[in-house]
């Protein structure tokens, strides 16, 4: 069994920055994807950004486009946590953030996965609020 905690989660200031940290317990694998995935108030939770350890090339990430260039996620194999620079935020990234695994990692259509769907465990999320 997985589980997960995030935690770095608080009010910012609209163009400010923020880093979200998950920490993971129990049996991760070096091929488990690591994600985030956010959710707003009154909207579908939705994919902010993965990454899945690809051996000696390092990280393969993904990112949604309304985060690409604003965000980054990094993962530390050894103490199984993986985090999300976020940059530049603005208003409509306010939301409670969660992190995920997902057990396959990959996918011949992409590489690491983006559907809410494909992830096996979850944390309870932590809120990013993004005020002016």
């Known amino acids: 069994q997985v589980q997960l905690a995030e935690s770095g989660g608080r009010l910012v200031q609209t163009g400010g920055s923020l880093r979200v940290s998950c920490a993971a317990s129990g049996r991760i694998f070096s091929y488990y994807a690591m994600g985030w995935f956010r959710q707003a108030p009154g909207k579908e939770r939705e994919f902010v950004a993965a990454i899945v350890w690809d051996g000696p090339n390092g990280g393969n990430t993904n990112y949604a486009d309304s985060v690409k260039g604003r965000f980054t996620i990094s993962r530390d194999i050894a103490k199984m946590t993986v985090s999300l620079q976020m940059d530049s935020l603005k208003s409509e990234d306010t939301a409670v953030y969660y992190c995920?695994?997902?057990?396959?990692?990959?996918?011949?259509?992409?590489?690491?996965?983006?559907?809410?769907?494909?992830?096996?465990?979850w944390g309870q999320g932590t809120q990013v609020t993004v005020s002016s």
């Open positions: 995920a695994v997902d057990r396959n990692g990959c996918a011949g259509y992409e590489c690491p996965r983006t559907r809410e769907a494909e992830y096996d465990y």
